[in-house]
T-cell receptor, first 114, second 109 residues
């Protein structure tokens, strides 16, 4: 089951702590995304990246940071500034440019606050 | 701003009954619409896309630009259709996907 891999599956954060969620893809996709999934609110876009060393804020970027140093990797850091981090986080990728290209999703990381 | 609305959070139908999951969108350009599905314990995955005009697992969806809708339909629901369904829109100016809040479909045996 290759494609896009998220780790860890479960993560716990203490107050004031930064934590980093990993996302790796071997699909040679240019674009990568981070979504937050909350019950009743669907998927909300945190950050996305269309190319290495470039990324854009989504609708709910406050309290999060990302980097895109390599094409295959797009880690998400949940900083202490994010006051309500408990959620299910999904990473996705897609081929850039081509219309109607679908998103490939990872299996997700459940983040909880201790 | 792009918006995708799925008015029903929960939907229950009996096996063999028709099912329709509603999706409306608000977009100023030429939208690309998709339906994604998440079965229990599985990853979110593409079900179908409007450009393909395809039928997947008996589901179809027609883009109605006049009503700005992309409703998902199936004439005879099956128990294995029980899942979470998300309508999504891709912007034509960038590579952003916007999702609705999802509809949880339960097919009652």
């Amino acid at each position: 089951d290759g494609g896009i891999t998220q780790s860890p599956k479960y993560l716990f954060r203490k107050e004031g702590q930064n934590v980093t969620l990993s996302c790796e893809q071997n699909l040679n996709h240019d674009a990568m995304y981070w979504y937050r999934q909350d019950p009743g609110q669907g998927l909300r876009l945190i950050y996305y990246s269309q190319i290495v060393n470039d990324f854009q804020k989504g609708d709910i970027a406050e309290g999060y940071s990302v980097s895109r140093e390599k094409k295959e990797s797009f880690p998400l850091t949940v900083t202490s500034a994010q006051k309500n981090p408990t959620a299910f986080y999904l990473c996705a990728s897609s081929i850039f440019v081509r219309k109607n290209e679908k998103l490939f999703f990872g299996s997700g990381t459940q983040l909880s606050v201790l | 701003a792009q918006r995708v609305t799925q008015p029903e959070k929960l939907l229950s139908v009996f096996k063999g009954a028709p099912v329709e999951l509603k999706c409306n969108y608000s977009y100023s350009g030429s939208p690309e619409l998709f339906w994604y599905v998440q079965y229990s314990r599985q990853r979110l995955q593409l079900l179908l896309r409007h450009i393909s005009r395809e039928s997947i697992k008996g589901f179809t969806a027609d883009l109605n630009k006049g009503e700005t809708s992309f409703h998902l339909k199936k004439p005879f629901a099956q128990e294995e259709d029980s899942a979470m369904y998300y309508c999504a829109l891709r912007s034509d100016t960038g590579n952003q996907f916007y999702f609705g809040t999802g509809t949880s479909l339960t097919v009652i045996p």
